[in-house]
Structures are given as C-alpha cells and as structure tokens.
C-alpha cells in the first residue's frame, strides 16, 4: 500500500483548508479519523479522497501520522472511539 495520511474529520465543516487550532488557539473537535493516500508525488500532502471515498478539503491533517511499525496503529490512540471503520478495514487488508 502507498504512504497514507491521517486527517480529522471536524464537527464543525469550514469553508477553507482548516488548521489543526483555529484563530482562538482552541482546538476543533473531530468527528471522526479517516486514512487517506497521500498526494501524487509527494510525501506529506494528502490526495484528494480518504480511502473510505470521502472528500478531504475540509479535513484536517493530524500532527502524528503512522508509524512504519506494524504492531502501531494507524490512528493516534486519544481519537480510538472516533476512527472511521471503512477506513480500518482498508488498511487491515
């Protein structure tokens, strides 16, 4: 599988590419942890769709993105109840 990046799905959709703290300094709540591909010919920028087919213009990257170790999920752990099944399960396979 290509490099995948994780990115949040906030409660609260913005109409521009959103930062992970909004202009406040407090943090959005995210909805849901999605995977997604990263960019055509980068390492770091995430493609246009999640793995699950969502959209990612509105989603957050996450600051911690996976390790290459197997035994290490893919998802940082504080937002385990908020991983997006369909995503899961393509990285499973």
């Known amino acids: 599988m290509s490099e995948i990046v994780v990115v949040y799905e906030l409660d609260r959709p913005v109409a521009t590419r959103p930062t992970t703290e909004s202009a406040g300094g407090e943090r959005p709540s995210v ?3 999605h995977a997604a591909p ?8 995430t493609g246009p769709r999640t ?3 969502k959209d990612t213009f509105a989603m957050v990257r996450a ?14 752990e504080e937002h ?5 099944p369909d995503c899961d399960a393509v990285i499973e396979t």
Do not use: F, M
């Open 31 to 33: 909805h849901r942890v």
């Open 51 to 53: 793995l699950c087919g």
């Open 80 to 84: 385990r109840a908020s991983v997006c």
């Open 63 to 76: 600051a911690r993105q996976p390790a290459e170790q197997q035994e290490t999920p893919w998802y940082p």
């Open 38 to 45: 990263t960019a055509p010919g980068s390492h770091t920028e």
